[in-house]
């Protein structure tokens, strides 16, 4: 993001920290001011699209009637949310922890905003703009807010869920990637070793399904010898593999070491969603999925 005039100038501090296990206070306020946009643009959508004597869209009162009962678990007929649903909402969502805030914006966006496509399309766009731009830590990908801040690696785990949901043959590298994902983004303990065994069974499950081999070094030859799979990138997968393999016990070892944690899980899911989109490329290019 570009600097701003006084920031150039040395006369403001720019905000340098990533906000992982925090959030400040303008973090927090432009959370709050698209959520306030969304509820003001749907509201505005149907009162510009009504019939005439059809009664008014009435959105925060939604919005708020759905996050007293899915989110805060409080009594939808209250008096505060009654009679000001957008302020009960506003002050509900002040008092939140910063883990408690990116939990309801998960919510919201996967759960009621997403019955609003056709007015708010690029939504979690929108909020990952947000977070980029104020240093968070986390950033929408495929519905959930995940500890990821580099544009490529989205990019790259995002084709690779796309990607794989796009055959049937690959239901199981889908979903493999996919649980990866969700337990690198659980809250508020991410599950780093599951995380990275299903990175790595992702990209097993799919050499298996282009080369029908059991084996995953049989696997890696056939499609080498059927594309020409580089030799160093058949002989990089194979020590990815080894990291968390089960043969010789080399997985129980060293995922029970006490060092496994983000960077490791994160270097595994970005890896092998790269190596899947590669894999599936070239085996649609010569039928073999």
């Given at each position: 993001?570009?600097?701003?005039?006084?920031?150039?100038?040395g006369?403001?501090?720019?905000?340098k920290?990533?906000?992982?296990?925090?959030?400040?206070?303008d973090?927090?306020?432009?959370?709050?001011?698209?959520?306030?946009?969304?509820?003001?643009?749907?509201?505005?959508?149907?009162?510009?699209?009504?019939?005439?004597?059809?009664r008014?869209?009435?959105?925060?009162?939604?919005?708020?009637?759905?996050?007293?009962?899915?989110?805060?678990?409080?009594?939808?007929?209250s008096?505060?949310?009654?009679?000001?649903?957008?302020m009960?909402l506003?002050n509900?969502?002040?008092?939140?922890?910063?883990?408690?805030?990116l939990?309801?914006?998960?919510?919201s966006?996967n759960?009621?905003?997403?019955?609003?496509?056709g007015?708010l399309?690029?939504?979690?766009?929108?909020?990952?703009h947000?977070?980029?731009?104020?240093?968070?830590?986390?950033?929408?990908?495929?519905?959930?807010?995940a500890?990821?801040?580099?544009?490529?690696?989205?990019?790259?785990?995002?084709?690779a869920?796309?990607f794989?949901s796009?055959?049937?043959?690959?239901?199981?590298?889908?979903?493999?990637?996919?649980?990866?994902?969700?337990?690198?983004?659980?809250k508020?303990?991410p599950?780093y070793?599951?995380?990275?065994?299903e990175?790595?069974?992702?990209?097993?499950?799919?050499?298996r399904?282009?080369?029908?081999?059991?084996?995953?070094?049989?696997?890696?030859?056939?499609?080498?010898?059927?594309?020409?799979?580089?030799?160093?990138?058949?002989?990089?997968?194979?020590?990815?593999?080894?990291?968390?393999?089960?043969?010789?016990?080399?997985?129980?070892?060293?995922?029970?070491?006490?060092?496994?944690?983000?960077?490791?899980?994160?270097?595994?899911?970005?890896?092998?969603?790269a190596?899947?989109?590669?894999?599936?490329?070239?085996?649609?290019?010569?039928?073999?999925?």
């Open positions: 993001m570009n600097k701003r005039f006084s920031e150039r100038l006369f403001v501090e720019v905000n920290e990533l906000q992982i296990e925090s959030m400040n206070d973090l927090r306020n432009s959370l709050w001011n698209l959520i306030y946009r969304c509820c003001n643009k749907i509201d505005a959508t149907y009162k510009k699209n009504k019939p005439l004597g059809s008014t869209y009435k959105c925060w009162s939604k919005y708020a009637e759905f996050c007293a009962f899915h989110y805060f678990k409080v009594a939808i007929d008096k505060d949310i009654q009679l000001s649903p957008q009960w506003k509900s969502f002040y008092k939140l922890t910063w883990l408690e805030v939990d309801l914006v998960e919510l966006t759960k009621f905003f997403c019955s609003y496509k007015i399309s690029d939504l979690e766009q929108d909020f990952n947000i977070l980029e731009r104020e240093l968070s830590g986390y950033r929408f990908i495929n519905g959930l807010l500890p990821i801040t580099n544009e490529s690696e989205i990019n790259s785990i995002n084709e869920i796309k794989s796009n055959y049937e043959k690959l239901k199981g590298v889908h979903e493999h990637i996919k649980m990866a994902l969700t337990k690198l983004s659980l508020p303990e599950d070793r599951n995380s990275i065994k990175s790595v069974s992702a990209v097993e499950s799919l050499v399904k282009i080369s029908g081999k059991s084996k995953l070094s049989e696997s890696l030859k056939f499609m080498n010898t059927k594309f020409n799979l580089h030799t160093c990138l058949q002989l990089g997968f194979e020590k990815l593999y080894n990291y968390s393999s089960d043969e010789n016990g080399i997985r129980h070892a060293i995922l029970d070491e006490s060092d496994i944690g983000f960077d490791e899980a994160k270097y595994m899911l970005v890896s092998c969603s190596f899947i989109n590669y894999l599936i490329s070239k085996a649609n290019k010569y039928n073999l999925i």
